[in-house]
């Protein structure tokens, strides 16, 4: 045990001694390369005294880098997350400068510029050399982890320790995105989990898969708030879409708005009378809510309380960012990333393709932030956790979401994605091996993404000015574009605490307006009329606007409407007068026929919300045309409501679970995936994991 201890100790000193010998060769390398540093006096130094000189500063550097980077991350904890990322550099010179100055020789020195690379360069080496030592020596991997994650690890029961669960969401992947990547040899993380061949199993040059493929079915809104609302607290009943209007309280409601996102969470809880998925030990990474986690980071319906001990939103960033080379190597692949997207969509413009949209102004940065930075420290967030045996864990991974949006869902761009969320998914469970506990990984989306060009871009108009038109109201010549909802903006506006709303519409707009409020969640629209206290009857629609209903009814990028009914309850309204009250629809699916099974389900799930909009209008689909749909924002991969893979997402599970549902049962819907979670978690955990009725049982 002594000698252990002995080498242990042995073996750390004789890494430090290596990494400040390739420090003191980078120093003097860039000494010779730079003509701003210079590590001798004017009059000239012998090279030993040079190589004295770089061997003090380089290890002065790496001293004040362990002792007072911390502290000053830290002392910024005020400072905007992506404020911090742009001061890494300036703070890593400065280090750098007083290293030199601290050099008993006096004579060497850098101009300020030239520090920052220096010690940007300095910082990647160290850290490299540090991994590279590392890699065959378990202990230190672990410790190196463990530093990356800034975790306090916890002691654990004795005797055998029961499975953790770490959950890793893919936003946005669908269902037959994965299936494409793993055939393309894409990810290969994925199709080792899966087996090679036949097509996802045992087979002629496949392996034995530890993990099993299952789609699900989304609700009719398509979308994280809604997805995840669903999977994390058991509940998303009266979500509509990813933004509404609530008429009871006068608000827009957009999901990746924290204050929003905060009431969906309260509502939840309150409805299921239950914390969440993970209030059993848990960890909440990245997501719009906390599903009752203790450990929580990143996560949007805490971003707007004030920062206190049960409140860690942003502490995630601080915990990655106060080791310098994790900053100084995120920081480089941010710029990396946005020069990429430059780059790609310059070509894209060049070559003309069709469709396209816009991806100028800050997008290049909000696609850095969301491919590099989120993902960069979520994942060290999840390896600490892991390491700190915690019992389970969610995580949301929004990189490849942001990319489709506006590069297409199955672009060379967004395949790129799709390559570096599988490397994430081998370095979690590489982490795993390292655990004080044995962990199952499963890997699920929350929906998928349909592409397609946007109803502006094919018929000249957007869906507001379709319903103005119908109104007998003044069409302006050039409507306002609705944003695009990705979660990415929603985390960049929280980490530079931007209290900006999504989507340009009114928070509040005014009850007297007697104009309709129109509202897009991808090619999902809701038209509310404010001045109206009640959801609006079909009766009374056509009282006031005789030509409204019809005009969306009938134009050729309208697939269906729902409306309310004094005579019928709901009604479904399509082209050529079609009326099919929702009763019917079994027998008579009208013009939901072509959205496929499950569709007038979802349908009659969303007429029973009290907050369903006036007139809801989703978009043509057309399966035979590539499964297109038309987005109301300007995305040409879109997701939100009825019509192709966005509805059908996945869920990638360790076969040691139960299988997620019967041979010949569907998995449909949010809620029944996070019975299925719930269920895995009770068969790692036993009674650790709450028995609560569910939502359906309560109810009754």
């Known amino acids: 045990m002594r000698g252990g201890r002995w080498r242990r100790i042995a073996s750390q000193v004789g890494r430090s001694v290596t990494v400040w010998a390739v420090s003191t060769v980078t120093m003097l390398v860039l000494a010779g390369i730079l003509p701003d540093f210079q590590l001798q006096s004017a009059d000239g130094d012998s090279a030993t005294s040079i190589a004295v000189t770089a061997a003090l500063g380089a290890g002065a550097f790496g001293l004040l880098s362990a002792v007072f980077w911390p502290l000053l991350v830290r002392l910024l904890l005020l400072v905007p997350a992506l404020v911090l990322g742009l ?14 100055r601290l050099v008993p020789s006096g004579d060497s ?32 991997y672990r410790r190196r982890l463990y530093r990356l994650a800034d975790r306090r690890r916890r002691a654990l029961p004795p005797g055998p ?3 953790g669960t770490v959950f890793l969401q893919l936003d946005g992947v669908g269902h037959d995105v994965l299936c494409t990547a793993v055939d393309k040899d894409l990810m290969p993380t994925v199709a080792r989990w899966l087996g090679a061949g036949a097509p996802y199993g045992d087979g002629p040059g496949g392996g034995r898969p530890t993990h099993r493929l299952t789609p699900w079915r989304t609700d009719w809104s398509s979308q994280t708030g809604a997805s995840q609302l669903g999977i994390l607290h058991g509940s998303n009943h009266d979500v509509p879409a990813f933004r509404w209007y609530e008429k009871a309280g006068r608000e827009v409601m957009v999901c990746n708005r924290p204050t929003s996102a905060a009431e969906l969470q309260r509502r939840a809880i309150d409805r299921t009378g239950d914390g969440g998925l993970l209030t059993a030990d848990g960890a909440s990474r990245g997501n719009l809510f906390s599903g009752g986690a203790d450990e929580q980071a990143l996560v949007l319906s805490i971003a707007t309380k004030r920062r206190s001990r049960e409140n860690r939103s942003r502490a995630g960033y601080f915990a990655y960012f106060s080791d310098p080379a994790n900053a100084v190597r995120t920081a480089l692949s941010f710029v990396a990333e946005v020069g990429r997207e430059i780059g790609q969509s310059t070509r894209a413009r060049a070559r003309k393709q069709r469709p396209r949209v816009s991806r100028g102004g800050l997008y290049p940065f909000v696609r850095a932030f969301a491919t590099v930075v989120e993902r960069d420290v979520v994942v060290a967030a999840v390896m600490g956790d892991m390491l700190a045996g915690r019992t389970s864990v969610y995580a949301d991974l929004v990189a490849y979401d942001e990319v489709a949006h506006h590069s297409g869902p199955c672009s060379r761009d967004a395949e790129k994605v799709l390559e570096r969320l599988d490397r994430a998914l081998a ?15 499963v890997v699920l989306s929350d929906h998928g993404q349909s592409p397609g060009e946007t109803f502006r871009a094919r018929y000249g108009l957007g869906l507001g000015d379709l319903v103005r038109a119908g109104c007998g109201l003044p069409v302006p010549r050039r409507a306002q574009r609705t944003h695009s909802g990705a979660e990415a903006r929603a985390a960049v506006r929280a980490a530079l605490r931007i209290p900006v709303e999504e989507g340009g519409e009114q928070h509040r707009p005014s009850r007297r307006r007697s104009e309709p409020l129109v509202l897009a969640s991808g090619n999902l629209g809701l038209v509310s009329f404010p001045d109206v206290p009640h959801r609006m009857t079909k009766e009374e629609i056509d009282a006031r606007h005789p030509a409204l209903l019809t005009t969306l009814a009938n134009h050729p990028g309208v697939g269906f409407l729902l409306v309310r009914s004094e005579k019928h309850g709901g009604l479904v309204l399509g082209a050529y007068g079609a009326e099919i009250p929702l009763d019917q629809l079994d027998d008579k699916p009208g013009p939901l026929e072509v959205f496929g099974p499950g569709a007038a389900d979802a349908v009659r799930r969303t007429h029973s919300f009290p907050n369903a909009a006036d007139i809801m209008v989703n978009s043509a689909y057309d399966p035979a045309d590539g499964g297109e749909v038309l987005a109301f924002e300007e995305q040409i991969g879109s997701h939100g409501g009825l019509g192709g893979a966005q509805g059908k997402p996945f869920l990638l599970s360790p076969l040691a679970f139960s299988a997620p549902v019967d041979d010949g049962e569907d998995l449909v819907g949010a809620e029944h995936v996070h019975r299925v979670l719930r269920r895995w978690l009770r068969e790692s955990n036993g009674p650790q994991v709450p028995l609560v009725a569910e939502p359906e049982e309560r109810a009754a």
Do not use: K, Q
Request: cysteine-free.
């Open 87 to 100: 001061l890494v550099f300036f703070l890593n010179g400065s280090l750098l400068i007083v290293a030199l």
């Open 161 to 163: 320790s029961s499975p």
């Open 427 to 441: 370095l979690i469970e590489n982490v795993a091996e390292h655990a004080p506990r044995p962990y199952r990984i």
């Open 109 to 140: 020195e850098a101009a300020p510029e030239t520090a920052v690379i220096v010690a940007a360069v300095m910082s990647a080496v160290a850290s490299a050399t540090g991994a590279a030592l590392a890699v065959r020596d378990d202990d230190a």
